[in-house]
Every structure is written in structure tokens, then in C-alpha cells.
């Protein structure tokens, strides 16, 4: 490790390698690991049990898969049912490599479009496996009875997505998520009703806990506080699943769930476990602009209305409070179309939101203003109209038509929608290893909570893929080699080291009941989106990131002398809820400006204002920076320990993105 | 807009509760009806008292977790899920009611939320199609004709909100069951297990003290997905064949 602190801000610990994808030709690494993992003889495996916290696609689909197989499984949700999780909201799409449509589809090329539209900064070795599995998933959700598109001869739809030439998208209307997690969570009732799952609905996870029997630390469990009657439980196991969702909401304003949060892998990652580039966040470019202070959230609106609908801004700043339709042709700007004429209004989720937020800043934004700027871009449909009619239009895109008209009371039918970007995905996570485990033994993350399979940048369509493949296929493989050394021995709930996870959880929560300040959860929750999104947001710079992280310091100070939360800790108290969640974004808030200022290139979802071409587009630097920052807790008020994981690309040819 | 609110209190599952009176000046009729009651909650914080408690997760109509009966009606006054609900549908100076779900089987855990447990435990005595993981056949290799495939995605579209009770007089889950009985009994999966499956969700139904269906229709009026009355005859249809009287 580094003495000297780098930036002032972070020390650099030995590199790290991902040493469990076997060597060989790409094609056949996922089942040379399959073979090689252990197994578990079916009598054995009554005998092992797993705790898996999250039921949103990659959890409810591995806890169905591992309560089938015969092991002892938990499954955790904050949530009423696992039927909630966020995963219902995705409304376009999930790829497969499955060419039922003959236009050239392959594994290889979903694999080569991923790793290319991530970046370059994802693994090939877990995106090829992504690519390979893909076609499972969707054999596996028909036969569970997910209702995806049909034609009328009976088989299944496609179409593209988000910058891709193939249709390789699956989809259920404008419901894909929803019908999907419906699939799974219908698969793990089934085992709730068998009894091989036991669900804790409503539990929260508040700690890890690690167990160091002699043999090294491993996980064996967790903390849980149970929601309505305010109980804290421990839970013991062979192992622990994370699949926990993504970060999103550090952000306060953004398209996840409400409730999604960072808690289970923040407490995670401050007893030892990696989180691999934290700074990498997915902006949407379409979604419903902030109205008003009021707000608590923002939609997306489907990226598929970029295949119809064109996006412009007035060409004259003066022209930006006029009504749209009384705006000519000639004096409007169709700046994608303009600047990137080979793939127009589809250019890829990155390059469309930053250069709308471009023609904002320029002052050619549109709507009303909100904290004295105007964000919004016009997405049109009054060509698609003229050309396939009013009707094709409405039985294509219907019901987001609506969704836009319910929430801002404008009829996009006559009025050209108004569109911004906002935050949609996090590709950090916890740091993972082929086999999708973390740096602690026996713990093990999937779905959008590891940073693993999507590099800089997420296509569409492709984060449902992972949370199956992920939940169904890879880990039930994987987690098998680690249980075959278990069970890791009996367990009380008075070992030292369960006691102090117990009682850690205890004075947390007595420390925010007892503070009796005066300012509300979710202020300091705004506050910090406020920061995040201005300083880490779709541009950052050395400057901006700096003075990011002194503010967040200042504001977790003040969150811990003067927060006020009401009622009492034993029973249903949502302010509490949110508080334990606020507290955890104000410290990864800071990790991830340290690891966005510590990347000093664009890349992705990260554009880095000092790292530009001389046109203005983002600037990769692979000679430099062509790795996974794996950031290592440093302790409370310690710098943190920075781990790279160099990315190799032996079967893919590293290049610069170009879209023009 | 200027509102007064009559809300129900009950601190716990034991309390017997009681409604409220509140007044909010300066609502914006952009904001949800969510972030109605949030504008409501940091006042309440600010006066020291604690926040009425709500269920809602996505607030974007899809995850089935907000639900509250507004002025006696599901979810309000418009088809849609509380989350979607805006402002804008009310008048300035208008006296609006909020109460929890209300029915045997929903019990009030706080304020505005329920313990709608009884949905999960319908769909785990048989509400799926048993298809362990990786021996699915080709996802081509059973057709479905489209129009039974859209009939079963217009059933799966139930989000398990549980409004369909709440509006029921005899607060029937009739309609949320029905549902998922005619999402897998159009396709040719769901076949095999077709008359298990509506015995055994029939059987949990009734056993966590969901009343029967009058045909009164209040379900399919406040249900925010449009899941019509005739999803709940195509489950009598299949407790007949079975042979059971229904
Ligand atoms: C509006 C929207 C549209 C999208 N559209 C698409 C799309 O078209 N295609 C696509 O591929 N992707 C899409 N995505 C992304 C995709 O939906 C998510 O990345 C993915 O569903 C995440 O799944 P998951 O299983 O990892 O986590 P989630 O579904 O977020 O599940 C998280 C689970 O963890 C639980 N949990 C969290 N913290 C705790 C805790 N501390 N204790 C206990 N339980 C906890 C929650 O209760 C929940 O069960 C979209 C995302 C959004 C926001
Ligand atoms: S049938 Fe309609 S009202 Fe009933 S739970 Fe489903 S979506 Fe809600
Ligand atoms: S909060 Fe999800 S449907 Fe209303």
C-alpha cells in the first residue's frame, strides 16, 4: 500500500487478479468452470443453507433455483412481496443471442456488441458467459408461462434496442420487467409453498456478519430488522447471497423504486468486501423532466420512442418559450441527426443525454424552468403522425403516450413531448470474481448490486439479461464449488463476532432515534442528490469533484448532530427506514467522487470535462486506465484503499467508440 | 391549491385508530398524490409530529405496492394506481378522505398500510407453472396462437394490488385470482396443472377469510390495470371442470 496519500484523498493496495475463469479458448471457459466446480450430492445439500437478500430478478430466480436444487434458502425483501422488487419496472427489453430472426445474431456478436458498447471496461470472460446463457433465459421464461410478444404464427417477437443492428430484444409490451419478475417470483412461491424457501417480507438487512472460525473470515450471515415490529433478527448460514439492486438513488431524484438504497452492500463492502467503480452511473436520455421542487421521482419513458420520435431544440435561445408548433421547421435544431448522422435520434445512452444536456446549458432548453434553468429537449412524433397515421402510432407506443399525459397533463399527440435525462443504472457495485464472488469468502453478489458484466456504459436491454443469467445460471453453479466444503461448522448467536454485528446495529439506530436535531431524512437526502448530480452527474471535472467530497463530509457531519427522526424504533417507522439509507449514500457518495475524480478520462456513463476530443466527445485513455478500480474500506474517517484489476481483452480488439 | 385532509391514524396493528384532520396550503397541482402526502410529512416533521405512514415503492403504477381508498373509492377518483394519481385531478379548496384498504383478510399494520400477505400465500399454494430451472425445451418449440397469448398477458397485467378487495363488498379476491388463473390457463404450459391450480388458490382463498363473488363488479371498476369481470367466470369454468360445485 501507498504511504503517502494520492489526491490527498485515497492510498493504492497491491493490484488484484480474478483468478477462477479457467484459461483457454473464450467459447469454453463457462463450462470447463462448470465442470470443474464441486458438486453436491443431493442428500448433502438439505444440510447447507444459503441467506439470499434481495428478490428482484437476480435474487428471486437464484433463490427458486437453489430451493429447487435442495439447499436451505432465506430470501429478504424491504418490500411487502418479493412481487415489488424494482426489477417490475423495466419496460423494454431483455437480449438474447438466439437469431430467430436469422439476421446474423450470434453469441459472439452479443458479446462483442456489450464489451464494445460498455466501453471497454467490462470482463470479457463474464460478458461472454452473459452472451452464452442468454438464450437459456428465454427457454426458461416460456416455459414458466412470461407472456413475451408473439406473431401471429405463434412465435415470439423481436426487435432492436438502444443502438444495436440485430433484433436480439425480447418483450412483453412496455412490461418486460414486470412479466419477467412475475416469472420468477411465481417460481420461488412455488418453492415458498414446498418450504424449501423461507421469505422474510418487509426485513431489512442493516449488517453483515463475518466469522473468522480459524480458517479465515467468512460470511455467515446477517442482520435483518423486521419492519413492522421493529425487531432485530439474526439469521445464520453456509453462505450469503447479495442481490440487492442498484445505488441509483444517491442521486435523490431518479428513475429507481423508492426504497432501493445501498444498504446491504455499503455494510457489506465496510466489512471487507471491494466495490468495483462506484463512479459509473447510466443516465437515460428519456425521461419526463423535473416539473417542480415537489418531486419525488423521475420516469422513464422507453427508449424505444427514439425509433419514431425525433428530438430537437429551437436553433434561437428566444425561440424556447414559444409553443412548439408555431416554431418552423427551418428554426429548429435536430442536433443528433445533425452531429451524428449515421445513427441520428439512436445513438447510445450516453452520447444522447450529454448532448442534451448540451443544448440546456447552451440555453436552448425547453419546458419551465426549474431552479433557473430550463431542462428539456423536444422528442417529436408529429412526422411519425404524418407518415403512419395517428392510429399506427398510438397502438405502437399507447400506453407511454399515456404515462406522459398523466404526468404532465399534455397531450403528446398534439404537443411534441419534452424529455431529459436523468439517472437511471448503476454499473458499480461490489467487486466480484468469475465466479460472482466478493473479496469475503461466502459472499456472493448478482444482478445490478456486482459491478461486473456491463463496463462503462449499459446497453439496453441487457440488465434483465444479467439478473437472470446471473440468478438462474451462474451463481447456483458457482455457489456449489464454495458449499461443497460446508457446512462451515455450528454457529451461535452469542459468537463474539455475531454479538458485535448485533449490537453495532443496535447503537445505529439508537444514535438516530436519540438525536433529536431538527432537520428532516429527506432534506439531507435532497441536499446530497443535489451534490451528487451537479458534481458527479453527467459531466464531471477535478474541480467539481473536489469540492463534492468537502461538501458531503460537511453534510454527514451535520446528518449525525442534527437529524430528527419521530416515533419509536420498535414497529412499523419509515423515517427510520430512510434514515439508515441516507446515511449509507452520504458515505458511498464520497467514495464514488473519489473514484470519479481518480479517473481521469471519459468513458461511458463518466465523462471527465478534462478528457475530451476536439470536437467534444468523451476521450478513453486504455493506456492508462483500461482497469476495475476495486476500492477497499480504509475504516471510519480513513482514506480508502484503492485495487486495480487490469482489463486483458485477448479476443476482442480494444477501439475507440465512434458513432459519427 | 389549498386541500383539507380527514386522514386514519392507527399507530399499530392493536390501536384502534382514528381519522385525522389536516390542511395544506401552497399543493402543486403537478405534484402526485404521493407527493401530496410527502409536502404533508415534512410539515408534520416540522411540528414534531410523527409522518402518517404509506405504502409505495416505484410510484410509477407498476409494482402494486401503493393503495389507498380516497374519498371511498380505491385508489381515487380516476382509473389508475394512487402513485399516478395527480393533483390536478382535484379543485382548489377540496376536502379529501384517506383510509387504508379495509377487509378481514388486510390487516392494518400502521396509518395507510396493510399486511396484503394473503395475496403471496394465494400464488404460493398454486399459482405457477413448475418449470425447474435448465430443462426448459426451445422457447419455439410450443406455438401459442396470439389471440390466447394476449389474453394472457391482458390477465398477467394484474399488479397485486389488492384494490379489487378493497372495493369489494364482500372483499373477494375473486378478481386478482381469476387473473392469474387465466394468465396460465391460456397457454399450453399452464395446461398440465390447470385443475390443481384452481383448486388449491380456491381453497387458500377462502381459507385467509376472502369473501365470495356477488358479481357486483366493483372490483373490475376500481382495478387499475383493467382486468375484466369475465377472468373470474373463466375460473368458475375451471372449478367445474374439475368437478367441484361451485
Ligand atoms: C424504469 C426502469 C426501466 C428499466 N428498463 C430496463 C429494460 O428495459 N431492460 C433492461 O435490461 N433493464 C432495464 N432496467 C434496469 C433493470 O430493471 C435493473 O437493473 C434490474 O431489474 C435490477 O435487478 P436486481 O434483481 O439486481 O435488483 P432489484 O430488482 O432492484 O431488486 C433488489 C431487491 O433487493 C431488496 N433489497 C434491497 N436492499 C435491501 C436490504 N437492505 N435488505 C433487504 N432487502 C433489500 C429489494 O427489496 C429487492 O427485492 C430498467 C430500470 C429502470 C429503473
Ligand atoms: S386485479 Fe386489478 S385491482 Fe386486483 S390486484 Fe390485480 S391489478 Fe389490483
Ligand atoms: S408505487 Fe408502485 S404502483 Fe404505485
Redesign the interface.
Known amino acids: 500500500m501507498t504511504d503517502t496519500l494520492i489526491a490527498g484523498l485515497y492510498r493504492e493496495g497491491e493490484p488484484i487478479a480474478d483468478t477462477k475463469a479457467p484459461a483457454g479458448d473464450i467459447a469454453a471457459k463457462w463450462s470447463t468452470r462448470q465442470f470443474e466446480a464441486a458438486l453436491v450430492n443431493p442428500a448433502n445439500r438439505r444440510k447447507l443453507s444459503v441467506i439470499i437478500v434481495g428478490t428482484g430478478l437476480a435474487g428471486a430466480a437464484a433463490a427458486a433455483t437453489m430451493g429447487e436444487a435442495g439447499y436451505r434458502v432465506k430470501a429478504f425483501c424491504y418490500q411487502d412481496s418479493p412481487r415489488r422488487a424494482h426489477s417490475i419496472a423495466a419496460q423494454g427489453g431483455i437480449n438474447a443471442a438466439k437469431n430467430y430472426k436469422g439476421d446474423g445474431d450470434s453469441v459472439h456478436r452479443l458479446f462483442y456488441d456489450t464489451v464494445k458498447g460498455g466501453d471497454y471496461r467490462s470482463r470479457e470472460t463474464n460478458v461472454y458467459r452473459l452472451a452464452e446463457v442468454s438464450a437459456d433465459i428465454i427457454d426458461q421464461c416460456v416455459a414458466q408461462g412470461v407472456p413475451f410478444a408473439r406473431e401471429y404464427g405463434g412465435l415470439l417477437d423481436n426487435r432492436s434496442f438502444g443502438g444495436v443492428q440485430v433484433s436480439r430484444t425480447f418483450y412483453a409490451r412496455g412490461q418486460t420487467g414486470q412479466q419477467l419478475l412475475i416469472g420468477a417470483y411465481q417460481a420461488l412461491e412455488r418453492q415458498i409453498g414446498a418450504g424449501s424457501v423461507e421469505m422474510f417480507a418487509r426485513h431489512e438487512m442493516m449488517e453483515l456478519i463475518v466469522v473468522d472460525d480459524g480458517s479465515g473470515p467468512r460470511a455467515r450471515g446477517i442482520v435483518a430488522r423486521d419492519l413492522i415490529t421493529g425487531e432485530i433478527e439474526t439469521h445464520l448460514a453456509d453462505a450469503v447471497v447479495l442481490a440487492s439492486g442498484g445505488y441509483g438513488n444517491v442521486f435523490f431524484l431518479s428513475t429507481n423504486a423508492m426504497g432501493s438504497n445501498t444498504t446491504a452492500i455499503w455494510r457489506a463492502h465496510r466489512k471487507g468486501a471491494y466495490f468495483g467503480n462506484p463512479c459509473y452511473t447510466q443516465i437515460h436520455p428519456t425521461c419526463i423532466p423535473q416539473s417542480g421542487d415537489h418531486q419525488s421521482k423521475l420516469t422513464l419513458m422507453s427508449e424505444s420512442l427514439r425509433n419514431d420520435g425525433r428530438i430537437w431544440v429551437p436553433k434561437n435561445a428566444a425561440d424556447c418559450d414559444k409553443d412548439p408548433r408555431e416554431i418552423p421547421e427551418e428554426a429548429r435544431d435536430y442536433y443528433l441527426e445533425r452531429i451524428y448522422p449515421g445513427f441520428g435520434n439512436l445513438v447510445p445512452r450516453d452520447i444522447a443525454s450529454r448532448q442534451a444536456k448540451n443544448m440546456c446549458d447552451e440555453g436552448r432548453g425547453v419546458g419551465p424552468e426549474v431552479d433557473g434553468s430550463r431542462r428539456g429537449v423536444y422528442l417529436d412524433f408529429a412526422d411519425a403522425i404524418g407518415r403512419l397515421g395517428e392510429d399506427a402510432v398510438r397502438s405502437k407506443y399507447g400506453n407511454l403516450f399515456d404515462m406522459y399525459e398523466r404526468i404532465t397533463g399534455e397531450n403528446p399527440y398534439q404537443v411534441p413531448m419534452r424529455i431529459y435525462p436523468a439517472v437511471h443504472y448503476t454499473m458499480g457495485g461490489l467487486w466480484v470474481d468469475y465466479d460472482l464472488q466478493s473479496t469475503i469468502p461466502g459472499l456472493f453478489v448478482t444482478g445490478e448490486a456486482n459491478f461486473s458484466d456491463h463496463g462503462a456504459n449499459r446497453l439496453g436491454a441487457s440488465a434483465l439479461m444479467q439478473g437472470l443469467a446471473d440468478g438462474y445460471f451462474v451463481l447456483p453453479n458457482t455457489i456449489r464449488d464454495y458449499l461443497s466444503k460446508g457446512p462451515f461448522g455450528p454457529l451461535g448467536e452469542d459468537h463474539p463476532q455475531v454479538r458485535e454485528a448485533q449490537d453495532s446495529v443496535r447503537s445505529r439506530i439508537h444514535r438516530i432515534m436519540s438525536m433529536n436535531g431538527t432537520r428532516s431524512v429527506d432534506s439531507y437526502h435532497k441536499a446530497l442528490g443535489k451534490i451528487m448530480w451537479e458534481k458527479c452527474g453527467m459531466e464531471r471535472t477535478d474541480e467539481g469533484l473536489r469540492e463534492a467530497v468537502e461538501q458531503i463530509r460537511a453534510l454527514r457531519a451535520d446528518f449525525w448532530t442534527n437529524v430528527r427522526v419521530l416515533g419509536t424504533a420498535e414497529g412499523l417507522n419509515q423515517s427510520l427506514e430512510k434514515a439508515g439509507r441516507v446515511a449509507d449514500f452520504l458515505e458511498l457518495g464520497e467514495l464514488m467522487c473519489i473514484d470519479a475524480l481518480h479517473r481521469r478520462e471519459s468513458c461511458g456513463g463518466h465523462f471527465r470535462a478534462e478528457s475530451q476530443t476536439e470536437d467534444g466527445e468523451a476521450l478513453r485513455h486504455d493506456d492508462e486506465f483500461a482497469y476495475v478500480a476495486a476500492w477497499e474500506w480504509g475504516g471510519d474517517g480513513e482514506a480508502p484503499v484503492l485495487h486495480k484489476e487490469d482489463l486483458v481483452y485477448e479476443f476482442i480488439e480494444l477501439k475507440q467508440r465512434s458513432y459519427k | 391549491m389549498r386541500i383539507s385532509l380527514k386522514i386514519w391514524r392507527q ?2 396493528p392493536r390501536d384502534k385508530g382514528r381519522m385525522v384532520d389536516y390542511k395544506l396550503d401552497e399543493v ?5 398524490f ?2 401530496m402526502l ?2 404533508l410529512n ?1 410539515h408534520l ?2 411540528q ?4 402518517v ?1 404509506f ?11 401503493c393503495g389507498v381508498v380516497i374519498n371511498g373509492e380505491a385508489h381515487g377518483p380516476e382509473r ?1 394506481t394512487t402513485c ?1 394519481l ?1 393533483m ?1 385531478s382535484f379543485r382548489d379548496g377540496d376536502e379529501i378522505i384517506i383510509e387504508p384498504w379495509r377487509a378481514d383478510a388486510f390487516p392494518v ?2 396509518d395507510l ?1 396493510v ?3 394473503a ?2 400465500r394465494i ?18 418449440a ?5 389471440e390466447n ?1 394476449d389474453r ?2 391482458m390477465a ?2 394484474c ?2 394490488c389488492g384494490a379489487c378487495v378493497a372495493a369489494c363488498p364482500n372483499a373477494s379476491g375473486m378478481l386478482f385470482m381469476g387473473a392469474k388463473i387465466t ?2 390457463g391460456e ?1 399450453p ?2 395446461q398440465p396443472e390447470r385443475d390443481a391450480r384452481v383448486l388449491k388458490m380456491t381453497e387458500q382463498h377462502d381459507l385467509e377469510g376472502f369473501g365470495g363473488c356477488t358479481n357486483l363488479g366493483e372490483c373490475t371498476r376500481a382495478c387499475p390495470k383493467g382486468i375484466p369481470l369475465n377472468v373470474i367466470s373463466q375460473m368458475n369454468r375451471d372449478l367445474l371442470r374439475t368437478g367441484f360445485s361451485v
Not at chain 2, 410450443?142 to 396470439?146: A, R
Open positions: 399507530a399499530n402543486s397541482e403537478d405534484s402526485s404521493l407527493e410527502d409536502l415534512e416533521h416540522e414534531g409530529e410523527e409522518p405512514a405504502d409505495s415503492d416505484c410510484r410509477e403504477g407498476i409494482c402494486g405496492q389508475t399516478q395527480h390536478r399494520i400502521k398500510c399486511d396484503r400477505g395475496l403471496d400464488v404460493a399454494a398454486g399459482g405457477y407453472i413448475s418449470a425447474n430451472t435448465g430443462s426448459a425445451p426451445d422457447a419455439h410450443t406455438p401459442v396462437p396470439k397469448a394472457a398477458f398477467a397485467e399488479i397485486g394468465h396460465l397457454l404450459q399452464g
